[in-house]
């Protein structure tokens, strides 16, 4: 398969999906990125990569950083985040908090935001310092020294995180927090905002399509039993409460985040992320979904 010659025909093949969504300005810092940007990298286990258009260009990873974040508390606590978050798809927008109180305090998943946060209430029970060990995580996975959070976009979502702070504050109430809101809430914009590239994202993303090994490190970050529960949980929760039809399109392990970005799993094969700004109505990439949706198509890799 000639993967370079499917990520150049896929950049023409998008043109005519842009002007279609929109992106995300609930965050005021990513309300200026250029909708037009697209990108697109591929890695694939047996150590080859292909990348096209803006691929080297960082952009914000917001919510794929819950799939990180998720891997460090489960090598460090193994089944122990499952007493503190679900693993069932919540059906409700990312940032909702209705079914939050009926379920006194224990989020659907780790996905959405408030599962993220109460993941990241776990991870900050460690000693240290949870944002080094966050940008020091990816940037070793990435095998990129400058991975690093974009100040000014942590810093805006941090003055705009009512909804977050609301969802934190409630989860305390119910026992499901234990560290200081304010610290989590920074902890949480400070991950969102890191910035990486596609290039980086579909390096840092291999080791879930290969049994938790990396094999450009030649060793496993995560177990291989960690890395198919990560996957199972991805397919069912990653893409908010549109995951049935991302499944039915794209058919791969996906997490998306609202600086538009996508790292999907192939597994056994290959990790690929796409980056395109303009969301559609669930908050996930709407160039980027129907990107994947024809890489699948043309190279067979749907997992189904
Ligand atoms: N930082 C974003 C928030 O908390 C992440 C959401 C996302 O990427 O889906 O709202």
């Known amino acids: 398969m000639d993967y370079q010659a499917v990520l150049d025909y896929i950049r023409e093949a998008v043109e005519p999906k842009f002007g279609k969504g929109k992106v995300a300005d609930y965050i005021p810092a990513l309300a200026g990125v250029d909708a037009r940007k697209f990108g697109m990298a591929v890695h694939t286990v047996d150590g080859k990569s292909y990348k096209t258009g803006d691929a080297d260009e960082p952009f914000s990873i917001q919510s794929i950083s819950k799939l990180f974040v998720l891997q460090l508390v ?158 199972a949980v991805m397919l069912t929760c990653g893409m908010y409460d549109s995951v049935g039809s991302f499944a039915y399109r794209v058919g791969l392990p996906a997490k998306s985040g609202v600086g538009g970005g996508i790292l999907a799993v192939v597994p056994g094969k290959m990790s690929v992320c796409v980056w395109a700004p303009e969301l559609d109505a669930f908050g996930n990439s709407y160039v980027g979904t129907a990107a994947l949706e024809m890489f699948t198509s043309l190279t067979h890799t749907s997992i189904f």
Not at 98 to 116: D, Q, T, Y
Not at 127 to 145: E, H, P, Q, V
Request: proline fraction near 4%; charge should be negative.
């Open 74 to 231: 489960m090598s460090h606590f193994g089944d122990m985040v499952w007493t503190r978050v679900g693993k069932e798809p919540s059906g409700d927008r990312f940032n909702s908090m209705i079914k939050l109180e009926m379920e006194h305090g224990v989020p659907r998943n780790p996905f959405i935001n408030p599962g993220a946060l109460a993941t990241l209430d776990l991870l900050m029970s460690l000693k240290g310092d949870t944002k080094a060990r966050i940008r020091n995580y990816l940037s070793f996975l990435a095998m990129n020294d400058t991975v690093d959070a974009d100040m000014v976009v942590a810093n805006s979502e941090l003055e705009h995180a009512s909804l977050n702070r609301a969802m934190a504050h409630l989860m305390r109430g119910y026992g499901n927090v234990h560290m200081d809101v304010e610290e989590l809430l920074a902890t949480y914009c400070y991950q969102c905002a890191m910035a990486m590239s596609c290039a980086d994202l579909a390096l840092a993303g291999l080791p879930l399509a290969a049994g938790g090994y990396s094999p450009v490190h030649e060793t496993s970050v995560i177990s291989k039993s960690q890395a198919k529960r990560i996957n």
